[in-house]
């Protein structure tokens, strides 16, 4: 396959930034991979994989502690850690980035904290049409258990999100928009700005799910101001089972702990604890120390590049695999918009996802087909599932031709 | 036909397509629409069989000391899968459906289907034919 590129009204080296990732010369299927599961998780580039390396092989220590020389350094490290995401998200103190699993993680947290505090029977959660499960499932506990009530902010024809409607959806028993920023099935990007100016006119807490902004999008946390952002590294070129849960100053000391443990206190008694201010009450146990070392070589790596740079590339990507999709008569896509954050959703007219994806497969190609955690979504749409290329910054225009092919392959083979 | 002899049967069908992929998996694209289609009236909830992503429907029935199954996926390439392993078990007694070892798969090339991680339903539909052996056996 030819993988020469030939991207670029901006000045990214595609060719240059696939070097750094180990991964992209693997065989699948006897073919080059070509990785379009970037929504799932990225891959990563040596420089986080060193980093973790690094860490393992010359500072790990527990942290917080130890006096001793490596647990010090291994504290820095973990802090100046912090310090990176403060940065990335352009949040000025570094104590409001509280280090997670991940954004499931994250939202359970946030709505375990709420659940225990602000919210009383009867409340209502808004969320949209197009969230994936992990903004569900803990809102719908919540719901659930306490008598609460989750209302859906409907799509348009478009499959964009009826920003008009919120108004109408808004009682003064809405406690909490959670959102999330990008639709991990559909690509499009809702516009937070109109959503959380309205939230803030009615005093409502907002959570913004970030998992697939991050990835894609400059986000900054200063500017947009919501209550609460989650986010998970390995999306962004980071390693598994770390992520962010940002929140707005006054929630450190006033949101109640969803678990709590070692690391997190000041003074324990059996009888009495106090609390540790800042992030570590959010922190119990030995955090994935590691984890946070690759997250902040992740975001360096994104900074490198340059995240606008990033979106400006794949939106490219996007945009020539939705230009050539349209022309296939076959193809059905959802979400259709020319200002999407890395993901094309589509189906074959008269296929299930799940064989275009096994095809797709057998030639090196790797797809997302299913639900993809969207299942409301689906039954919205009225379909089983579709079949999802998402992309990052290392995919290049070649490999998007090279997928319309086998595509058309698959198209023959189906037909 | 024993299902031995129906094994050897289907190995040497797929022989002709050698190394080539694209044709052996046209060949099960065509097995599955051969397939008899269950009667609407055996889609049933009971009868699905629940992969993450394609989905089986299988119905049993005993005929003269025989299983007859029937089945429908919404997948063609599952239903293909499908079709192979109702030509080797339907029509067979119980006792030779419990003890067929199924080593056909693998020398057809197709061993990824029947991977407990593949999500298509098919291990779990060739439990519920085996199940359903030892159901008519115990009986
Ligand atoms: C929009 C969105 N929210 C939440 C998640 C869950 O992220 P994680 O599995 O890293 O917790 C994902 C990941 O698929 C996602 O795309």
């Given at each position: 396959?030819?993988?020469?590129?030939?991207?670029?009204?901006?000045?990214?080296?595609?060719?240059?930034?696939?070097?750094?990732?180990?991964?992209?010369?693997?065989?699948?299927?006897?073919?080059?991979?070509?990785?379009?599961?970037?929504?799932?998780?990225?891959?990563?580039?040596?420089?986080?994989?060193?980093?973790?390396?690094?860490?393992?092989?010359?500072?790990?220590?527990?942290?917080?502690?130890?006096?001793?020389?490596?647990?010090?350094?291994?504290?820095?490290?973990?802090?100046?850690?912090?310090?990176?995401?403060?940065?990335?998200?352009?949040?000025?103190?570094?104590?409001?980035?509280?280090?997670?699993?991940?954004?499931?993680?994250?939202?359970?947290?946030?709505?375990?904290?709420?659940?225990?505090?602000?919210?009383?029977?009867?409340?209502?959660?808004?969320?949209?049409?197009y969230e994936h499960h992990s903004n569900i499932l803990p809102w719908q506990l919540w719901a659930h258990e306490n008598g609460g009530v989750l209302k859906v902010i409907p799509l348009l024809s478009n499959h964009s999100l009826d920003i008009d409607s919120i108004s109408t959806l808004i009682t003064a028993k809405t406690k909490v928009i959670a959102v999330t920023q990008v639709s991990n099935t559909l690509g499009l990007i809702t516009p937070l700005e109109p959503l959380l100016k309205l939230a803030k006119q009615h005093g409502i807490i907002t959570v913004?799910?970030?998992?697939?902004?991050?990835?894609?999008?400059?986000?900054?946390?200063?500017?947009?101001?919501?209550?609460?952002?989650?986010?998970?590294?390995?999306?962004?070129?980071?390693?598994?089972?770390?992520?962010?849960?940002?929140?707005?100053?006054?929630?450190?000391?006033?949101?109640?702990?969803a678990k709590t443990g070692g690391g997190t206190i000041k003074t324990v008694s059996f009888e009495k604890t106090e609390y540790a201010e800042g992030a570590l009450r959010f922190e119990p146990g030995t955090p994935h120390i590691a984890g946070a070392v690759g997250f902040a070589a992740a975001l360096k790596f994104m900074n490198a590049v340059g995240v606008s740079n990033i979106y400006q590339h794949e939106t490219e990507l996007v945009n020539e695999a939705q230009h050539q999709l349209l022309q296939l008569p076959e193809v059905e896509i959802y979400g259709q918009s020319e200002h999407k954050a890395g993901v094309i959703s589509f189906n074959l007219k008269n296929a299930h996802p799940f064989d275009v994806g096994t095809l797709l497969d057998k030639y090196g190609i790797a797809v997302r087909t299913g639900h993809h955690c969207t299942q409301p979504l689906m039954q919205l749409l009225g379909i089983q599932g579709t079949v999802r290329a998402s992309f990052a910054v290392y995919n290049t225009k070649a490999e998007v031709h090279h997928f319309i092919e086998k595509l058309k392959r698959v198209i023959h083979l189906l037909a | 036909m024993e299902i031995r002899e129906i094994e050897n049967e289907i190995i040497e069908e797929f022989e002709l397509f050698g190394d080539d992929w694209e044709q052996k998996y046209e060949h099960l694209i065509d097995l599955g629409r051969s397939l008899p289609l269950i009667a609407e009236q055996y889609k049933t909830e009971s009868n699905i069989i629940q992969g993450c992503q394609s989905r089986v429907w299988l119905n049993a029935r005993y005929q003269d000391g025989k299983l007859v199954f029937t089945a429908d996926s919404d997948a063609i390439i599952t239903k293909g899968m499908v079709a192979l392993m109702i030509r080797l078990l339907s029509y067979q007694t119980p006792e030779a459906i419990i003890k067929a070892p199924l080593e056909f798969i693998n020398k057809i090339g197709l061993k990824e289907h029947l991977s407990p991680t593949r999500a298509n339903g098919l291990v779990s539909m060739i439990k519920r034919m085996k199940q359903e052996a030892v159901q008519h056996l115990a009986k």
């Open positions: 396959m030819e993988m020469k590129t030939v991207d670029s009204n901006i000045h990214l080296d595609v060719e240059a930034i696939r070097l750094n990732f180990p991964i992209l010369t693997k065989k699948v299927n006897g073919q080059t991979l070509v990785y379009f599961d970037n929504g799932a998780t990225v891959q990563k580039p040596i420089a986080v994989i060193d980093a973790i390396n690094d860490y393992y092989s010359h500072y790990n220590a527990n942290i917080h502690r130890g006096v001793h020389t490596l647990s010090r350094e291994a504290t820095e490290l973990f802090e100046q850690a912090r310090q990176t995401v403060a940065a990335h998200f352009r949040v000025v103190n570094p104590q409001q980035c509280i280090f997670t699993a991940g954004t499931t993680d994250g939202i359970n947290m946030i709505a375990q904290g709420l659940a225990k505090s602000i919210l009383k029977p009867g409340d209502e959660i808004l969320l949209t049409a913004i799910d970030g998992a697939q902004a991050a990835p894609h999008l400059p986000v900054d946390l200063t500017a947009l101001n919501p209550d609460f952002f989650v986010c998970s590294a390995h999306k962004m070129y980071g390693p598994t089972g770390i992520g962010l849960l940002y929140m707005r100053e006054q929630w450190l000391k006033t949101l109640p702990m | -």
